[in-house]
């Protein structure tokens, strides 16, 4: 089992950067893939960004390139989403999610490639 905790959110103005974490616990996450998604008001859960913790690899929705950059610490055991030049449509529930069974080929944009996932952290951006 692997635990996941959000934190870091709140109310920002548009431009502002916010950095958001994931506190991962459980069990030894050296293989695992840390996802963030998002979900705004009204609309399906997509994909953000992730990280395979061993190879430091990440990966991003096209349109959040440029903008959105995942990063994990081994010492704090937790990933991180920086977010800069915040804009209005990005205000949503920000989740992370994590896999051990991540393998070379897996979509990691995919919801179903994870099996263990955080309860969430708000993240509003006001205009």
């Known amino acids: 089992q692997v635990q996941l905790v959000e934190s870091g959110g709140g109310l920002v103005q548009a431009g502002d950067s916010l950095r958001i974490s994931c506190g991962v616990s459980g069990r030894t996450v050296s293989n695992a893939n840390i996802g963030w998604f998002r979900r705004a008001p009204g609309k399906a859960r997509e994909f953000v960004g992730s990280i395979r913790w061993s190879l430091g690899r990440t990966a991003y929705a096209e349109s959040l390139k440029g903008r959105f950059t995942v990063s994990r610490s081994d010492a704090e055991n937790a990933v991180f989403l920086q977010m800069d030049n915040l804009r209005p449509e990005d205000t949503a529930v920000y989740y992370c999610?994590?896999?051990?069974?991540?393998?070379?080929?897996?979509?990691?944009?995919?919801?179903?490639?994870?099996?263990?996932w955080g309860q969430g952290t708000q993240v509003t951006v006001s205009s």
């Open positions: 999610a994590g896999t051990l069974r991540y393998s070379t080929g897996s979509d990691p944009s995919r919801e179903e490639v994870y099996d263990f």
